[in-house]
């Protein structure tokens, strides 16, 4: 696979990290958030995680982007607060 060549992956940040011997959780965090800052306008960041870990981790289960992946998925999947009743007590 080339570099570049999966489309929720254009600039190849996350097939590099699964290509680094020795990466450790944190690189792949740091990797994982420019990855993320870097998506396209519009793009669903669950569906790209989903997209990403569907094609990575069948081949790499015990790799720490795997797993860092996989903790960005759960975080999406997570209610956010926005605002209400706690907002406007405080001012």
Same mark, same amino acid.
């Given at each position: 696979?080339?570099? %570049?060549? +999966?489309?929720?992956? #254009?600039? @190849?940040?996350?097939?590099?990290? $699964? &290509?680094?011997?020795?990466?450790? %959780? ?12 870097? +998506?396209?306008? @519009? *793009?669903? #960041? &669950? *569906?790209?995680?989903?997209?990403? +870990?569907?094609? $990575?981790?069948?081949?790499? #289960?015990?790799? #720490? ?6 903790? %960005? ?6 209610? *956010?607060?926005? @605002? ?5 007590? &405080? %001012?």
């Amino acid at each position: 696979m080339d570099k %570049g060549q +999966l489309a929720i992956d #254009p600039r @190849g940040l996350i097939f590099e990290a $699964y &290509r680094i011997n020795g990466i450790t %959780g944190p690189d792949c965090r740091t990797i994982f958030l420019d990855w993320a800052l870097g +998506l396209a306008a @519009g *793009t669903d #960041p &669950r *569906t790209a995680i989903q997209s990403a +870990l569907d094609h $990575y981790a069948p081949r790499h #289960p015990a790799h #720490p982007m795997t797993e860092v992946l996989r903790e %960005g998925l759960a975080q999406a999947d997570r209610p *956010t607060r926005r @605002g209400g009743a706690r907002a406007r007590d &405080r %001012g």
